[in-house]
């Protein structure tokens, strides 16, 4: 078991930066992959960006060269830099050990134009 504990959305303008934050109650080391995925109303949860246990990162075509993941050994970030509306969504960390993926409450970003 691990609880996770997203930090960092809020309300900003198009073009603008948020940090979020995952906190996790356990090493972020002793997982096999870990992600961030966001869900707007009526659609399905996507990934975002993700990264392997080795490092190996991952990002949706919609947000490559705009937003980067990375890591501690207590947290998860996504950094996300040149927002626009169509990033407004819920976000949400998970990780994922063997079989069983762990998922934290979200936050909400709202980008206006």
């Known amino acids: 078991q691990v609880q996770l504990v997203e930090s960092g959305g809020g309300l900003v303008q198009a073009g603008g930066s948020l940090r979020l934050s995952c906190a996790a109650s356990?090493?972020?080391?002793?997982?096999?992959?870990m992600g961030w995925y966001r869900q707007t109303p009526g659609n399905e949860r996507e990934l975002v960006a993700g990264?392997?246990?080795?490092?190996r990162t991952r990002y949706a075509d919609s947000v490559k060269e705009r937003f980067t993941i990375s890591r501690d050994s207590g947290s998860l970030y996504l950094q996300m830099d040149s927002l626009n509306p169509d990033d407004t969504a819920v976000y949400y960390c998970?990780?994922?050990?063997?079989?069983?993926?762990?998922w934290g409450p979200g936050t909400r970003v709202i980008v206006s134009s």
């Open positions: 990264i392997t246990a080795n490092g």
């Open positions: 356990r090493s972020i080391y002793s997982f096999g992959a």
């Open positions: 998970s990780v994922q050990e063997g079989s069983v993926a762990f």
